[in-house]
């Protein structure tokens, strides 16, 4: 009796693999009734006939292959794969990977889709603009479509606990008690792109990393994307730190708005003394948002227009004063 073991992939969510109570497992074993198929964890073992079982293994290839591009297998997408078909996919103009449950994450905007084609030819890349323009999510699904893609080992999330002065230790609870608070908005994007399991996963083993900017002091970060996120709430010897931990094979993004900047007053924003520095190095890109980038509600774009229109008369009135 022939035995052969298929292991899936680090980058297959066994939880999107097997299906709903192993609903696709069960379908793949019905449609081999000649077959023993036993599956535990990662590990699928099959034994019987050589020849259907190499067939099999072939099949669980280009199921594992399309669950992973696509973050969904439905029974149907089976049935396709395994009779040689090609499952009938919706097709998005500027895709960048399938979310959750398939869902399609594209680039919504102009803007948007600048950052996706600059980040193919960059190494470094600033993202500017208002809140709601996307600038984030769009730079952690680059990032995890990297991921998936095999072109890194590893995604680093970070921003600058600026609300609590990166003094973490005036704060109550355990570090991840501190911390969490302040990346729960990067915590709500991977959520929207990787499956609850295979995101504890990641965390637990290190492939996907969330930390306060003070946390990268010291490290060499290669293999992999990372991103600083609210970046206009650093200081310039924390940009300098952060942009130096560069190692190979690694890209960076960094977001921001210069609009909201959360520093002491006599503290400049490093943000932007890099964008003022950095700006003419080959392999740097900046991206600049605008209020047509907003996805949000429809008013946010409306709220936002508002304070840029007070905030500029105030900024004449003061000129004219000066004068």
């Not at 919504?108 to 600038?135: C, H, M, W, Y």
């Not at 206009?232 to 190692?247: A, E, P, V």
Request: aromatic content about 6%.
């Amino acid at each position: 009796m022939f035995e052969i073991v298929f292991e899936l992939s680090s980058l297959a969510d066994t939880a999107v693999f097997y299906g709903i109570n192993n609903s696709n497992m069960q379908l793949i074993k019905n449609l081999h009734p000649n077959l023993r198929i036993v599956a535990r964890g990662n590990v699928i073992k099959i034994i019987g006939n050589q020849q259907e079982a190499d067939k099999l293994i072939v099949n669980l290839q280009k199921l594992e292959k399309f669950s992973i591009d696509n973050n969904r297998l439905t029974e149907t997408n089976i049935i396709e794969l395994i009779k040689g078909e090609n499952p009938k996919e919706i097709s998005y103009q500027n895709l960048i990977l399938h979310g959750v449950g398939g869902k399609s994450i594209f680039a919504r905007t102009k803007n948007q889709q600048r950052l996706v084609d600059e980040f193919e030819n960059n190494d470094l890349l600033f993202a500017i603009g208002p809140a709601g323009s996307g600038k984030t999510y769009t730079a952690i699904a680059l990032a995890v479509r990297a991921l998936k893609n095999k072109q890194i080992k590893k995604i680093i999330l970070s921003r600058p606990a600026v609300e609590a002065g990166e003094k973490l230790g005036f704060l109550p609870g355990d570090m991840k008690e501190k911390i969490d608070p302040y990346l729960q908005p990067l915590y709500d994007a991977l959520q929207d792109m990787i499956t609850p399991l295979k995101l504890k996963e990641y965390m637990e083993n290190g492939t996907i990393q969330i930390a306060p900017l003070a946390f990268m002091r010291g490290r060499t970060l290669s293999d992999a994307v990372v991103i600083l996120d609210e970046a206009q709430n650093s200081t310039i010897m924390q940009i300098k730190m952060f942009l130096t931990r560069m190692g190979l094979n690694t890209k960076m993004i960094v977001t921001g708005d210069i609009t909201q900047i959360d520093l002491p007053r006599d503290q400049k924003s490093g943000l932007i003394d890099a964008l003022n520095l950095l700006g003419n190095i080959k392999g740097i890109a900046r991206i600049d948002f605008d209020i047509n980038d907003i996805v949000r509600h429809r008013l946010v774009q409306q709220i936002v227009q508002a304070y840029d229109n007070r905030a500029m008369n105030e900024k004449q009135k003061n000129t004219k004063k000066d004068e």
